[in-house]
DNA sequence: ATTTAAATCTAAACTTATTTAGAATTTGTT
DNA sequence: AACAAATTCTAAATAAGTTTAGATTTAAAT
């Protein structure tokens, strides 16, 4: 297709020299390997004349490095998780990497699938993943020792791992805090199934917390599990069931998802939040919860700073081709978006 | 790293066989190549045990094919990008292609790298994307000469390619006249810099026509530019000057970013668009768009299909070695969402 | 038992770069 | 001038596959 590219060997015949010495040029250890200022100008000039951008491939298979960095997430389509990627090829574009984004759809054989073949293979340099596994078993085997492995947003509790994720806890216990400060004492919190994902647990332990602190007994039928793959469904039921009983004073949603469902059933209810005074919270900013009612009280988490601490722990790690005995946990701080 | 990669030697060697029919077999061509039932079994067998993945470079290297996709959008964090990215990732799984998706950030000299290191240089087999390039001068390189190029969402009106839209005349033809029928007269359309993008000259076309049609005078003053790099400031300065003078009796934004950017501006100045009358509405549907207040008519597009219809369509052009004569052109249809 | 044909397999070339080990040239020293 | 040392460069090996051209082996035909 197209014109022949230029190789490294065309450049070499034209100017009478070695392959090998234009290679070193190109790579810019001409002065290392004690190649003349003179020539080193000659190649360089040569190369930009030629338009030479060198083959990927034969590099990456002789080197074993291809400068490419995959980020697998849940779910590209959603906005917590797109922001993140934005940044994190942001912060990878500024190093000389690629981002490859690519979304399992919550599918662990297709998250496995994409490991085996990007990871395993050294497709890629390193990965940063937003995993949907239920266990780190999948992660212990012995091709994936020593891979530069990055877990965001999610980590897994029985391996030992590099993580930047948000201090859920935190997040969830400053939230539960303010709805108690605000007069809540019967907090609906709906959680969502597979609830087993650390970022969850922890919400439900900040949430438990909270209550605690402020002497409120934590009720069995106040933390309730939606199932991922029914959410409309399961909102529906739990919400017509729990505020006709009427003592429900304010709902927090776990994640967004949840939250937007919650949404839609209050439409179709024609439930008024406010009027009811019933407060309503959730897990996870949305930039458009500014306009919607009613009004969300939200915990927002860091996506810019997750985005670029990943990059940044996933390019350490491909440079330390050490040891993998010391591992970093980075836990960013959350914020309160407080509105109305 | 980790333990050896098992290579096709190493299978060759352990069942006494050349590595050439160990590749043969292992691509499908064993009965291609004439090699007997037996010794296939044999050759698939042991490299299942012994846990074989091709090095995807050597193979790359090779055969000149990746099996690999770039997706290329503005604005990864934009929802209309990331849902087409979706569902362009999942119709690719399908076909045993694999996609990276990049994000220019609106950036032309951004593209044009990433074209530059993934295309020229043949480390993907072909390219979608929604181009921020004014013309279509850069594609026209001898270097992207019958390269696999699908344009999504915008196409280049001065060079012949293939590409996946939505029908932006008709969706903003449709629209216009949904809000003439309601009775407006005086329809504010807030356009984005750079506005030579074929999607918003179309949808400023589709505009005017369905005013003409109804016979109404299309006025200069009804269509603002709004600079992409400034646009919650642009928009505020145009509300504030243009609902005071009053004569406003509809607005509709051209994107999805301005869509918000008026929601914003709107609870800055605690303008109540039901009361005062003013019709609200959007090209590109946000779920979300549900709740808001005011409600928001708008223009849905079919983003699973242009993604689904763009992985075929630039799967079809990898097939086709063939030709550049005739391209595809796809026009899909959109859709109104009428709140309220 | 040859010859011919068909079935099955393999050695070597090839893809394009990087790296190693060493060659050729130049400079410096006595 | 002769030898050592430093400078500058290159041939060949290498990465791990795929493909070409041709070699064996087995079966069939006379």
Chains 1, 2 share one sequence.
Request: charged share 25%; proline share 2%.
């Amino acid at each position: 297709m197209g014109i022949k590219k230029t190789l490294l060997e065309d450049i070499a015949k034209e100017l009478n020299v070695s392959k090998t010495l234009v290679s070193m040029v190109i790579n810019g250890k001409g002065d290392a390997y004690g190649i003349s200022k003179k020539t080193q100008e000659k190649v360089l000039a040569k190369a930009g004349e030629m338009e030479y951008t060198p083959n990927v491939f034969a590099r990456a298979l002789r080197t074993g490095k291809s400068h490419l960095i995959a980020l697998l997430v849940a779910d590209i389509s959603n906005p917590f998780y797109s922001n993140i990627a934005k940044h994190v090829e942001k912060e990878l574009a500024t190093k000389g990497y690629n981002l490859m984004i690519c979304s399992t759809d919550e599918n662990v054989e297709r998250e496995e699938k994409l490991i085996s073949l990007f990871a395993e293979q050294h497709m890629i340099d390193g990965l940063i993943i937003a995993t949907t596994n239920t266990s780190g078993e999948y992660f212990k085997k012995e091709r994936l020792r020593n891979f530069p492995i990055v877990f965001i947003d999610r980590y897994l509790p029985d391996i030992e791992s590099n993580y930047v994720v948000a201090n859920n806890y935190q997040g969830s216990y400053e939230l539960t805090e303010l709805l108690v400060k605000k007069g809540c004492k019967n907090i609906l919190a709906l959680n969502i199934t597979p609830s087993h994902i650390s970022s969850l647990t922890e919400r439900v332990k900040g949430y438990k917390d909270a209550l605690k602190k402020h002497d409120i007994a934590f009720k069995d039928e106040n933390l309730v599990e939606i199932s991922f793959d029914n959410i409309q469904n399961d909102v529906r039921t739990q919400l017509t069931k729990r505020l006709k009983q009427g003592k429900i004073d304010a709902i927090y949603t776990l994640n967004n998802h949840i939250a937007t469902a919650c949404l839609n059933v209050f439409n179709e209810m024609g439930f008024d939040a406010k009027k009811e005074g019933v407060l309503f919270a959730s897990f996870d900013d949305i930039s458009l919860f500014d306009f919607v009612k009613p009004s969300v009280i939200s915990v927002s988490q860091p996506v810019e700073n997750i985005g670029i601490e990943a990059a940044n722990l996933a390019l350490h790690l491909i440079d330390s081709k050490t040891n993998t005995t010391d591992v970093k946990k980075i836990v960013l701080p959350t914020s309160i978006i407080s509105r109305n």
